[in-house]
């Protein structure tokens, strides 16, 4: 197999690739936040005052990331960050009404480019194409916790 067919065959290439698509995607569709940002505002729409360890479990950024994602989007103005009431070494991190607002205006825009991503796969395949999508994170997850259950 010569080494362009190895990398069109390749998952992990194909998935960056994707990965890449989508992002580009995103940013032209939305220039004031990146997908991570995006993500976090998400998660944090749902988990008022989540500290940073939560939005790594339910975001899937890893640390260092997030922090800079974070120190990002407080600078914007979308959210606040202080520390935790029951953990001086944690910080909890909050939506400022900017960034609700950021998040509502922002959404439908989202949801254009998730609807733009799945047109380009066959009507018929697109449930199982998320379904596939979800399994793959899930079962990502799992195996760099060591398998342990939540």
């Known amino acids: 197999m010569t080494q362009e067919k190895s990398l069109n065959r390749s998952v992990l290439h ?6 890449q698509c989508a992002s580009n995607m995103f940013e032209s569709e939305i220039q004031v936040m990146t997908p991570r940002q995006f993500a976090v505002l998400a998660a944090l729409d749902g988990l008022e005052g989540a500290s940073q360890a939560t939005l790594t479990k339910h ?10 994602v974070v120190q ?4 914007k103005g979308f959210v606040v960050r202080r ?4 953990d001086r070494r944690a910080y909890t991190v909050k939506l400022t009404r900017s960034g609700r607002a950021k998040l509502s205006q922002v959404r439908p825009a989202v949801e254009r480019v998730d609807e733009q991503i ?3 796969i066959p009507a018929r395949q697109r449930d199982a194409f998320v379904n596939a999508l979800i399994a793959l994170t899930e079962n990502c997850e799992k195996r760099m916790r060591g ?4």
């Open 83 to 86: 520390r935790s009431t029951t």
């Open 59 to 68: 975001t899937g950024i890893d640390r260092s990331t997030l922090s800079e």
């Open 147 to 150: 398998g342990e259950e939540d």
């Open 14 to 19: 194909l998935l960056y690739r994707a990965m």
């Open 72 to 75: 990002r989007i407080l600078a």
């Open 118 to 120: 799945l047109s380009m």
